[in-house]
C-alpha cells in the first residue's frame, strides 16, 4: 500500500496530512516517480511484486489508479524514471498523440522502456539487456 502526504499543509510543527492510502501492491514498494501525460501528472509505482502501477493525478489532488502491468519484469524492479516530457507519437491515420515515455530497471537484468499513451495503452518500445549472463 502506498500512501499519499500533503507536505503543502503542513503547519509550524511540520505534520503531515495524509491525503490516500493507494492499494494495488501486493509487497514491497521500491521506488516511484512522476511525469507528465498531456496535462495530467501521473505517478509511476514498482516494487518487488513485478507490477508497474500508473497512477493519475486528479483535480482534487486525489489519484485514481490509471493501469497497471503485471509482471513487467521476471524478477524485483528497482527502479523507474521518465525518459521523455511532452513525447508525441504519429497515429496511422496520420494524426500525432501525446505518449509519456519512461524506463524501468529490474534485478533480472534488463530495462525496459515504455511507452503509454492518455487512454491508457501501454506499449513496451524496447528491452535492454544491461549485463551478459
Not at 5 to 23: C, H, M, P
Not at 60 to 70: A, D, H, I, V
Not at 84 to 98: A, C, M, N, P, W
Request: proline residues 2%; glycine residues 6%; hydrophobic residues 40%.
Amino acid at each position: 500500500v502506498l500512501s499519499v502526504w500533503d507536505n503543502a499543509s503542513s503547519g509550524d510543527d511540520g505534520r503531515l496530512q495524509l491525503i490516500q492510502y493507494l492499494s494495488g501492491h501486493r509487497s514491497t514498494v521500491t521506488m516511484t516517480c512522476m511525469t507528465w501525460l498531456g496535462t495530467t501528472r501521473i505517478m509511476l509505482s514498482v516494487g518487488k511484486d513485478r507490477t508497474l502501477f500508473l497512477w493519475r493525478l486528479r483535480p482534487n489532488r486525489s489519484f485514481e489508479l490509471f493501469t497497471s502491468l503485471p509482471k513487467a519484469h521476471s524478477r524485483v524492479i528497482w527502479a523507474c524514471a521518465p525518459v521523455f516530457l511532452h513525447s508525441r507519437v504519429l497515429k496511422v491515420d496520420g494524426t500525432s498523440q501525446e505518449m509519456a515515455v519512461f524506463v524501468t530497471v529490474s534485478r533480472d537484468c534488463s530495462g525496459h522502456i515504455y511507452g503509454v499513451t492518455e487512454e491508457g495503452a501501454v506499449r513496451v518500445r524496447e528491452d535492454m539487456r544491461l549485463k551478459d549472463r
